[in-house]
C-alpha cells in the first residue's frame, strides 16, 4: 500500500498538483517602479559612478539591493545591453515607460560631454522635486476628502440606523409633522429601500467619470474645468507653470536641444492645454522664432513669466533664469497650498456641522411640538 501511494505521488498528476499548490502558495502581487524606486538607484548610481565604478558593476551593485522584482529585472537588462555594446541612453530608451523621455535625453546629453555623475545628480535633484511637489498636492487634498467622508458616512448612519428608531414615534401622526422631519423621513425612506440601487447607480457614475477622462474629449473639459474651478485654479496652475519651467531650465542647462526641449516640457506638463501651448511654441521655434516671441496673447503662462524668459535669452541665461522662475512657483505653490487647505478646511466643518444640525433638528421639532401639544392638552 505505501509504495502505491509513493508511486501515486510521483505520478505527472501528482507532481502537477503539487507545482499548482507551490505557485498558489508563493503568488503576491508586485507593482513596477516608482518614482522613489528611480529616485534612489539614481543617487546609488550617481555615487557609484563618481567614486570611480564602472556602469555594469554599479548596476550589478544596485541590483543586489533591489527588492522589486521587476525593477530588478529592468536593471539587470539594461546593464546586459551596456555589455553588449550599447549606451546607457540607448539601453534606457528600451523602458520607456519607466525612464520617461527627460531622462533618456539628459543622459543622452551626458554622454556626449562626459558629465554622467553630474547629470545623475541633477536627475535626482529635479525627481525629489517632482515627488515633493506631488506629495503636497496630494496632501493638499486629503484632510478635506476624510472630513468629506466623515460627513457623508456620519449623515448616512443617522439617516439609516438612528432616524428609523424614532419614526415610530410618528406613526399616525404625519399631519403633524414640520416640513424638516417630512423631508428626512422620506429620505431615509429612499436610503433604506434603495440602497443597493445607489450604492451600483454611484459606482456606475465613478466609473463612467475615470472612462470618459481619459477619453480625448473628456481629458480636455476635465483639464479646462481644473483651470476654472474656484479655489483650484490658482493651485492647478502654479503646479502646471511650475512643472513645465523646471522640467525646461533642467533640460537646457544638461544641454539638451531646444526643439528636443520643448517636445519634452508639453509632454510633462501634466494638462492638455499647458501641452498645447508648448506644442505651439515647439512650432513656432522650429520656425525660427525665439521662445518668447512664440506665446499667444492668451497665454497660460502669466506676462511676467514670458518677460523673464525673453530677458533670459537675450542674456544666454535661459536655463537658468527657468529654474529660477520655477523655484519661484514652487514657493507659490507652497503658498497656495496653505491658503486652499486653511479655507477648504472650515468649510467643509460648517458644511458637515449644518447636515448633522438639520438632522437632529428634523428629529427634535415634532418631539417638542408634541410634548407642548400634550401638556397644553
Same mark, same amino acid.
Given at each position: 500500500?505505501?509504495?502505491?501511494?509513493?508511486?501515486?505521488?510521483? =505520478?505527472?498528476?501528482?507532481?502537477?498538483?503539487?507545482?499548482?499548490?507551490?505557485?498558489?502558495?508563493? /503568488?503576491?502581487?508586485?507593482?513596477?517602479?516608482?518614482?522613489?524606486?528611480?529616485?534612489?538607484?539614481?543617487?546609488?548610481?550617481?555615487?557609484?559612478?563618481?567614486?570611480?565604478?564602472?556602469?555594469?558593476?554599479?548596476?550589478?551593485?544596485?541590483?543586489?539591493?533591489?527588492?522589486?522584482?521587476? /525593477?530588478?529585472?529592468?536593471?539587470?537588462?539594461?546593464?546586459?545591453?551596456?555589455?553588449?555594446?550599447?549606451?546607457?541612453?540607448?539601453?534606457? =530608451?528600451?523602458?520607456?515607460?519607466?525612464?520617461?523621455?527627460?531622462?533618456?535625453?539628459?543622459?543622452?546629453?551626458?554622454?556626449?560631454?562626459?558629465?554622467? !555623475?553630474?547629470?545623475?545628480?541633477?536627475?535626482?535633484?529635479?525627481? +525629489?522635486?517632482?515627488?515633493?511637489?506631488? =506629495?503636497?498636492?496630494?496632501?493638499?487634498?486629503?484632510?478635506?476628502?476624510?472630513?468629506? /467622508?466623515?460627513?457623508?458616512?456620519?449623515?448616512?448612519?443617522?439617516?439609516?440606523?438612528? $432616524?428609523?428608531?424614532?419614526?415610530?414615534?410618528?406613526?399616525?401622526?404625519?399631519?403633524?409633522?414640520?416640513?424638516?422631519?417630512?423631508?428626512?423621513?422620506?429620505?431615509?425612506?429612499?436610503?433604506?429601500?434603495?440602497?443597493?440601487?445607489?450604492?451600483?447607480?454611484?459606482?456606475?457614475?465613478?466609473? +463612467? $467619470?475615470? /472612462?470618459?477622462?481619459?477619453?480625448?474629449?473628456?481629458?480636455?473639459?476635465?483639464?479646462?474645468?481644473?483651470?476654472?474651478?474656484?479655489?483650484?485654479?490658482?493651485?492647478?496652475?502654479?503646479?502646471?507653470?511650475?512643472?513645465?519651467?523646471?522640467?525646461?531650465?533642467?533640460?537646457?542647462?544638461?544641454?539638451?536641444?531646444?526643439?528636443?526641449?520643448?517636445?519634452?516640457?508639453?509632454?510633462?506638463?501634466?494638462?492638455?492645454?499647458?501641452?498645447?501651448?508648448?506644442?505651439?511654441?515647439?512650432? !513656432?521655434?522650429?520656425?525660427?522664432?525665439?521662445?518668447?516671441?512664440?506665446?499667444?496673447?492668451? !497665454?497660460?503662462?502669466?506676462?511676467?513669466?514670458?518677460?523673464?524668459?525673453? !530677458?533670459?535669452?537675450?542674456?544666454?541665461?535661459?536655463?537658468?533664469?527657468?529654474?529660477?522662475? =520655477?523655484?519661484?512657483?514652487? +514657493?507659490?505653490?507652497?503658498?497656495?497650498?496653505?491658503?486652499?487647505?486653511?479655507?477648504?478646511?472650515? $468649510?467643509?466643518?460648517?458644511?458637515?456641522?449644518?447636515?448633522?444640525?438639520?438632522?437632529?433638528?428634523?428629529?427634535?421639532?415634532?418631539?417638542?411640538?408634541?410634548?407642548?401639544?400634550?401638556?397644553?392638552?
Amino acid at each position: 500500500m505505501p509504495e502505491a501511494l509513493l508511486a501515486d505521488y510521483g =505520478s505527472p498528476l501528482a507532481q502537477q498538483q503539487q507545482t499548482t499548490l507551490q505557485k498558489i502558495a508563493n /503568488f503576491s502581487v508586485e507593482f513596477g517602479p516608482g518614482k522613489k524606486d528611480i529616485l534612489d538607484f539614481t543617487n546609488q548610481l550617481s555615487i557609484m559612478v563618481r567614486a570611480g565604478i564602472s556602469l555594469p558593476e554599479a548596476m550589478e551593485s544596485i541590483v543586489a539591493q533591489l527588492e522589486n522584482k521587476k /525593477f530588478k529585472a529592468i536593471i539587470t537588462d539594461i546593464k546586459n545591453r551596456i555589455e553588449a555594446g550599447e549606451s546607457f541612453s540607448q539601453a534606457l =530608451s528600451r523602458h520607456r515607460k519607466v525612464f520617461k523621455d527627460i531622462y533618456v535625453n539628459m543622459i543622452a546629453a551626458s554622454e556626449m560631454s562626459g558629465s554622467l !555623475s553630474s547629470m545623475l545628480q541633477k536627475l535626482s535633484s529635479y525627481i +525629489g522635486q517632482e515627488m515633493q511637489t506631488r =506629495s503636497q498636492v496630494i496632501g493638499a487634498m486629503v484632510y478635506p476628502g476624510i472630513i468629506a /467622508f466623515m460627513a457623508v458616512s456620519c449623515t448616512t448612519f443617522l439617516l439609516t440606523f438612528v $432616524l428609523p428608531k424614532f419614526t415610530e414615534l410618528f406613526v399616525g401622526k404625519e399631519h403633524m409633522l414640520p416640513k424638516p422631519t417630512v423631508i428626512i423621513m422620506a429620505l431615509s425612506s429612499f436610503l433604506i429601500t434603495y440602497w443597493l440601487a445607489i450604492i451600483i447607480g454611484i459606482a456606475a457614475i465613478i466609473t +463612467g $467619470l475615470v /472612462f470618459a477622462i481619459k477619453t480625448v474629449t473628456g481629458r480636455f473639459w476635465w483639464d479646462k474645468t481644473k483651470l476654472f474651478l474656484p479655489l483650484m485654479k490658482t493651485l492647478c496652475k502654479c503646479l502646471y507653470i511650475t512643472r513645465g519651467l523646471h522640467a525646461m531650465g533642467v533640460l537646457i542647462n544638461a544641454g539638451v536641444p531646444i526643439l528636443d526641449a520643448l517636445n519634452i516640457t508639453a509632454e510633462v506638463s501634466g494638462n492638455v492645454h499647458y501641452k498645447n501651448m508648448w506644442v505651439g511654441v515647439h512650432e !513656432s521655434v522650429r520656425q525660427g522664432k525665439k521662445i518668447a516671441q512664440s506665446f499667444k496673447k492668451d !497665454s497660460l503662462l502669466p506676462a511676467s513669466v514670458i518677460q523673464m524668459i525673453r !530677458s533670459g535669452e537675450d542674456s544666454g541665461t535661459l536655463g537658468s533664469v527657468l529654474e529660477e522662475v =520655477s523655484d519661484f512657483y514652487q +514657493g507659490k505653490l507652497k503658498d497656495t497650498i496653505k491658503i486652499v487647505t486653511s479655507m477648504i478646511e472650515p $468649510l467643509m466643518i460648517v458644511l458637515m456641522g449644518m447636515l448633522v444640525g438639520f438632522i437632529a433638528m428634523a428629529i427634535i421639532l415634532p418631539i417638542f411640538k408634541m410634548s407642548s401639544m400634550a401638556s397644553g392638552h
